[in-house]
């Protein structure tokens, strides 16, 4: 498609999107409001109004209604890994495109949580606090080496697997329990079930998404089947750990110490104001969600959240979102529009719309459904059929008109 499909697009980028996204956006020609912080909730529905792109991170909730007072809005970017602070269910019902970023930060997550055992495993948090405060503490006691050690990983996705060959590479025994059945990397092994885990592994580290399965999943039951002295990491969400269970099992010394980037309730913005059950618990790391935050892994979610949605927005694909159907034409370099036509997925839409057509000469159409959403792509070639003789625009605003007509249409896009 050519630069005039995204001539009059607004992009508002909120909580300090990386600003590789800003340049990509900016030098594609989209107008760009850019705000390093998450916008009180009357303010962010008034700009709603007018942006065609969002693009948040992970404390701005974009609710069912919020999107409902979003009329111009084309598609969601979340510059992050989850997607659990948007309504998923909300935006595809409004024919908006949500994308993410599921792999851009796996390193930094992983290297931050082989830190952690390190630094659990030395009671270096502790050690540090001491000396700050004047206190020499020079011990060995329940100080150990990470090699030689079990490392159980739950959840053997993109993080997973990556700290399972930095664990490996460092001589540590890594087994692992998901719900899928995936190939080990290396000498990783699976593990018959969660509690299996649990049991055997010196160091527990939780990797899983906000799901209702995945609520509590450790909670006082898992906590006390975890071997006397281990460690639990959680950088995955804050509600897969009943946190004031995992403080009673640090404050008992039935668990040797804990490391914890996500909370069950963060707070919006920098500064005091954090309060948590696991507050001056020994041998406890406590950071502010910052598992993904350096700028190597912040710079390539920027680019390839807004690459793809550039790609949404200049063509229609919608490959890698997270919440409508993916499809994807190749342009074949004639003169062509683009019709995009996301509808409810019944029996008869389709043959509604090809009626609508039978007068143009359609190069390539493709069509896929996901649940109650279907999305529509097909290229019309100007040069043929009732095309002939029309410019552009006026093709493209019969379409329009013709194709409001049908019920279920949800969201129609016309690209030139």
């Known amino acids: 498609m050519s630069p ?26 989209i107008d760009v409001e850019h705000h390093t912080k998450a916008l009180p909730e009357a303010e962010l529905r008034e700009k709603l109004q007018t942006a065609h792109i969002v693009g ?28 659990n602070q948007v309504d998923l269910e909300a935006a595809s019902a409004a024919g908006i495109a949500v994308f993410n970023s599921p792999f851009s930060n796996s390193r930094s997550v ?135 269970a995992l403080a009673v099992a640090l404050r008992s010394g039935a668990l040797g110490g804990a490391a914890v980037d996500v909370y069950p309730k963060e707070p919006r913005s920098n500064g005091p104001g954090f309060e948590s059950a696991l507050r001056d618990c020994p041998n406890t790391i406590l950071t502010p969600h910052i598992g993904g935050s350096t700028e190597e892994a912040q710079s390539a979610i920027g680019i390839e959240v807004s690459s793809a949605l550039l790609r949404f927005i200049s063509r229609g694909s919608s490959l890698g979102a997270v919440n409508v159907p993916e499809v994807d034409l190749r342009a074949n370099g004639k003169r062509i529009i683009r019709v995009l036509h996301m509808h409810n997925n019944v029996p008869g839409v389709l043959g509604r719309i090809n009626e609508i057509l039978s007068s143009f000469n359609v190069e390539k159409q493709i069509c896929e459904s996901r649940g109650a959403l279907a999305y529509l792509m097909l290229d019309l070639s100007l040069d043929a059929g009732e095309a002939q003789g029309k410019t552009d625009d006026e093709v493209a605003g019969s379409l329009r008109q013709e194709l409001a007509k049908v019920p279920e249409t949800i969201k129609t896009r016309i690209l030139s």
């Not at 005039?4 to 020609?29: D, H, M």
């Open 4 to 29: 005039a499909t995204i001539k009059g697009i607004r992009a508002l980028l909120l909580e300090n999107v990386n600003a590789a996204a800003v340049e990509s956006f900016r030098a594609a020609g």
């Open 110 to 244: 992983a290297e931050l949580v082989i830190a952690e055992i390190i630094t659990l495993s030395r009671q270096l948090g502790d050690r540090n606090r001491e000396m700050h405060q004047g206190v020499w503490n020079k011990v060995s006691a329940q100080c150990y080496e990470i090699r030689g050690k079990t490392l159980g990983i739950v959840g053997y996705g993109h993080i997973g697997t990556q700290l399972s060959v930095l664990a490996e590479a460092m001589g540590m025994h890594v087994i692992f329990y998901d719900v899928l059945q995936l190939m080990p990397l290396g000498a990783a092994r699976p593990t018959a079930s969660l509690n299996d885990l649990l049991s055997r592994a010196d160091v527990v580290t939780l990797h899983v998404p906000e799901t209702p399965e995945t609520r509590s999943l450790i909670g006082k039951d898992q906590l006390e089947k975890m071997r006397p002295g281990a460690f639990l990491i959680n950088a995955s969400r804050g509600t897969v750990v009943d946190i004031d």
């Open 56 to 83: 948040i991170r992970s404390k701005t909730q974009l609710t069912a209604s919020l999107i409902a007072d979003a009329p111009n809005l084309i598609a969601i970017g979340c510059f992050c890994i989850g997607t």
